[in-house]
Every structure is written in structure tokens, then in C-alpha cells.
T-cell receptor, first 116, second 108 residues
Framework: DTGVSQNPRHKITKRGQNVTFRCDPISEHNRLYWYRQTLGQGPEFLTYFQNEAQLEKSRLLSDRFSAERPKGSFSTLEIQRTEQGDSAMYLC??????????????FGQGTRLTVV | KQEVTQIPAALSVPEGENLVLNCSFTDSAIYNLQWFRQDPGKGLTSLLLIQSSQREQTSGRLNASLDKSSGRSTLYIAASQPGDSATYLCGAGNMLTFGGGTRLMVKP
């Protein structure tokens, strides 16, 4: 296992288009997190999954954003009708569930979205 | 709702100095707290994980402490090097909430 993998690494899209990002977590990890990060800021929580269940969604996640993890393995984050304000780095992380001895979270390299 | 604050926001030190980065959190009902490093344009690299039952963790020149009762964690970096220059982030809580980070510059 080579860690958390995110694709694509970079995406440039025109305003109004839909985009989809993919995250492949570490294979034995049942938790998967999505974050958005803009320049000079810390990562902002968007949503997280435990197995295939989406347990929490931030208010930042407007109705244009949707995330899925259909079989409890990889996850996708879709942004519909993109806006220039959606330009950011989108980060994915995975971990084991909280409350077990090792719950260290590992991050992917992120997907850089630019909306023009 | 968990809120995490990191102080200072930026720090510039000469090589060789020992330094302390601070992280405070509002909800002390956490299983663990994790410190990360982020280089420009990259993802986050895990440095140290402190379980709620632990008070500190050490890895090489790094030492992190956790005081749940006061809602604070510190990251101590000994004998800083230019290669330590990066943004340091702490994440806490069930949803791994982050502070704004401390941007560290170590000058040769």
C-alpha cells in the first residue's frame, strides 16, 4: 500500500462546469475525510465517512457539493456548477476509527482546483 | 463544535534554536491530537500522534505534549534546521479539526 492517493493532482475548469475528484484511502482504513484548503489557511473540514456511511457534513458543504463512498473503499467528491470561489486545494485523509489504539490520519497530496 | 487555534501564526528563527509551537482546542473530549507538517503545495505529513491517555510523544528532535484539561498541546522542536521550514498544523477531535497553522522559517 502506497498511502492515500488522490486524482487528479491538478484540475483547471471553466466556471459553471462540474468536476469530480477521487480519493483512494489506505486499504484497511475505515474512515475517510475530505478537506478544503485555501492559501495561507489551515484545512477546513468538509465531510467524513466511516465505511460507506457519511457521518458528518460541514455547513461549508453547499448543495453544489456531494461526496460518496459507495463500497467503503474509494471516495469521490463532486462539485457542480463550479464558481471561482471553489478554487482551492482539496485534501483527502484516511484513518482507522477513533477509539482504537492507532488512529493516526494520513493525507493524500491533494487535488488543486482552479476555476477560471 | 471543536475550534482549534495555533500560536504564533508565523515564526522566524536562526538555525540551532529550540522552539515551541502552541495549539489550543475548545472541546477536551478528544481521543487524540495529531501534529502535521505541510510543505508548500503539498499534502500534510504526520509528525506525531498523541493518544488522549498519553501526555507526550517523542520522535527524534520533536516532542509533543498534551494537556486535555486545559485544552492545550505544544510541539517542541530541538536544534532547528533550515529543513524544518514548513507550516505546522495540529488536528484535534473526532472530525480532525485544524487550526490555521504556524509558518516556520529557519534561517541558516
Amino acid at each position: 500500500d502506497t498511502g492515500v492517493s488522490q486524482n487528479p493532482r491538478h484540475k483547471i475548469t471553466k466556471r459553471g462546469q462540474n468536476v469530480t475528484f477521487r480519493c483512494d484511502p489506505i486499504s484497511e482504513h475505515n474512515r475517510l475525510y475530505w478537506y478544503r484548503q485555501t492559501l495561507g489557511q489551515g484545512p477546513e473540514f468538509l465531510t467524513y465517512f466511516q465505511n460507506e456511511a457519511q457521518l458528518e457534513k460541514s455547513r461549508l458543504l453547499s448543495d453544489r457539493f456531494s461526496a460518496e463512498r459507495p463500497k467503503g473503499s474509494f471516495s469521490t467528491l463532486e462539485i457542480q456548477r463550479t464558481e471561482q470561489g471553489d478554487s482551492a486545494m482539496y485534501l483527502c485523509a484516511s484513518s482507522l476509527s477513533q477509539g482504537v489504539p492507532n488512529t493516526e490520519a494520513f493525507f493524500g497530496q491533494g487535488t488543486r482546483l482552479t476555476v477560471v | 463544535k471543536q475550534e482549534v487555534t495555533q500560536i504564533p501564526a508565523a515564526l522566524s528563527v536562526p538555525e540551532g534554536e529550540n522552539l515551541v509551537l502552541n495549539c489550543s482546542f475548545t472541546d477536551s473530549a478528544i481521543y487524540n491530537l495529531q501534529w502535521f507538517r505541510q510543505d508548500p503545495g503539498k499534502g500534510l505529513t504526520s509528525l506525531l500522534l498523541i493518544q488522549s491517555s498519553q501526555r507526550e510523544q517523542t520522535s527524534g528532535r520533536l516532542n509533543a505534549s498534551l494537556d486535555k484539561s486545559s485544552g492545550r498541546s505544544t510541539l517542541y522542536i530541538a536544534a532547528s534546521q533550515p529543513g524544518d521550514s514548513a507550516t505546522y498544523l495540529c488536528g484535534a477531535g473526532n472530525m480532525l479539526t485544524f487550526g490555521g497553522g504556524t509558518r516556520l522559517m529557519v534561517k541558516p
